[in-house]
């Protein structure tokens, strides 16, 4: 789910395009929380099994900027732009800090945190970004199964403005505890998590990352990412792999296509009814069907 200054519009055939130069913030919070940049999403666990883990993941901007034509100091913002509209996040939210409702149970999670900083970045007129993780395994243990179930996080750390964004993601593995039989969900998989903070832009060169223990067997296998700020106008974005005795070949994102890996799609999404507006944006929509949300329309699972 992704929380973005630029909340989507759409074109006459229903497809979300990029509107970063509108400011606005999703508010979908639960009825009652009082929380601020929050949304939702939905997971159906299959009837017979449970959450064995989970992970939740958030981020945003910290509000700072690199200087335009300085590597070392920052100003208050998320573009260099002197025009750009800001605004610092909330009183009393936190980058290592949200709220997790499950089942109608609201829990404070507080993850690790990783925060970029000018002397990382080297290079004028860039924003700063946090990204955050915590295991929330035990929020879901009493999770009804067979049925969508609505999962809400709020008080997510993120400033309003122009290039601003915030959002989270959430890993959910189920297990059935034996093999069920004529139940093909229920076959024994292996599950990896790989995760930590890179930032890439468009232009940098490809990052490449050893998925050490992995190993798939057959045909079936699938892989998931997180990604923030996945703008689907912007092409050129691929995931490749290889093992040691082959070509690399590149996956199709979340619509089959390639070359646009991080389009901003969002298994489970659902669509924000509610904003807040630090000016207008004519011509901006609000989502009118899932799973198309957030910032041209979410963040890639």
Same mark, same amino acid.
């Given at each position: 789910m992704?929380?973005?200054?630029?909340?989507?519009?759409?074109?006459?055939?229903?497809?979300?395009?990029?509107? *970063?130069?509108?400011?606005?913030?999703?508010? =979908?919070?639960?009825?009652?929380? *009082?929380?601020? =940049?929050?949304?939702?999403?939905?997971?159906? +666990? $299959?009837?017979?099994?449970?959450?064995?883990?989970?992970k939740?993941?958030?981020?945003?901007?910290?509000?700072?900027?690199?200087?335009?034509?300085?590597?070392?100091?920052?100003?208050?913002?998320?573009?260099?732009?002197?025009?750009?509209v800001y605004?610092a996040?909330?009183?009393?939210?936190?980058? *290592?800090?949200?709220?997790?409702?499950v *089942?109608?149970? %609201?829990? /404070?999670?507080?993850?690790? +945190?990783?925060?970029e900083?000018?002397?990382?970045?080297?290079?004028?007129?860039?924003?700063?970004?946090?990204?955050?993780d915590?295991?929330?395994?035990?929020?879901?243990?009493? @999770? $009804?199964?067979?049925?969508?179930?609505?999962?809400?996080?709020?008080n997510?750390?993120? $400033?309003?403005?122009?290039?601003?964004?915030?959002?989270?993601? @959430?890993?959910?593995?189920?297990?059935?505890?034996?093999? +069920?039989?004529?139940n093909?969900? /229920?076959?024994r998989?292996?599950?990896?998590?790989?995760?930590?903070?890179?930032?890439?832009? /468009?232009?940098?060169?490809?990052?490449?990352?050893?998925?050490?223990?992995?190993?798939?067997?057959?045909?079936?296998?699938?892989?998931?990412?997180?990604?923030?700020? #996945?703008?689907?106008?912007?092409?050129?974005?691929?995931?490749?792999?290889?093992?040691?005795?082959?070509?690399?070949?590149? @996956? %199709?994102n979340?619509?089959?296509?390639?070359?646009?890996?991080? #389009?901003?799609?969002?298994?489970?999404?659902?669509?924000?009814?509610?904003?807040?507006?630090?000016?207008?944006?004519?011509?901006?929509?609000t $989502?009118?069907?899932?799973?198309?949300?957030? /910032?041209?329309?979410?963040?890639?699972?």
């Amino acid at each position: 789910m992704n929380l973005h200054s630029g909340s989507i519009a759409y074109y006459s055939d229903g497809q979300p395009y990029y509107v *970063n130069d509108y400011v606005r913030m999703a508010y =979908n919070a639960p009825s009652g929380s *009082n929380w601020i =940049n929050g949304s939702s999403a939905t997971v159906t +666990v $299959p009837a017979g099994a449970k959450v064995v883990y989970a992970k939740l993941f958030w981020a945003g901007n910290t509000g700072e900027t690199i200087r335009t034509g300085s590597t070392t100091t920052t100003q208050a913002g998320c573009s260099a732009a002197s025009s750009a509209v800001y605004s610092a996040p909330a009183s009393g939210l936190a980058m *290592n800090t949200v709220q997790l409702r499950v *089942n109608g149970v %609201t829990t /404070s999670v507080t993850g690790a +945190v990783t925060r970029e900083t000018a002397a990382q970045i080297s290079t004028a007129s860039q924003p700063l970004y946090y990204s955050a993780d915590a295991v929330v395994t035990s929020a879901f243990a009493t @999770l $009804p199964t067979g049925s969508a179930q609505t999962i809400s996080v709020g008080n997510v750390y993120a $400033p309003q403005g122009s290039g601003c964004f915030g959002g989270w993601a @959430l890993d959910v593995v189920y297990d059935f505890g034996a093999y +069920v039989p004529g139940n093909d969900l /229920s076959r024994r998989r292996a599950v990896y998590q790989f995760d930590g903070h890179v930032r890439q832009f /468009s232009g940098d060169p490809a990052q490449t990352v050893t998925l050490a223990g992995l190993n798939p067997q057959g045909t079936g296998a699938r892989a998931g990412f997180v990604a923030y700020e #996945g703008d689907r106008n912007i092409t050129g974005d691929t995931v490749q792999y290889s093992d040691p005795t082959t070509r690399r070949s590149e @996956l %199709t994102n979340a619509w089959g296509g390639t070359g646009n890996m991080w #389009g901003g799609y969002a298994d489970g999404s659902v669509p924000f009814t509610n904003y807040t507006e630090a000016r207008s944006s004519t011509g901006a929509s609000t $989502p009118t069907r899932p799973p198309w949300t957030g /910032s041209s329309p979410a963040t890639p699972p």
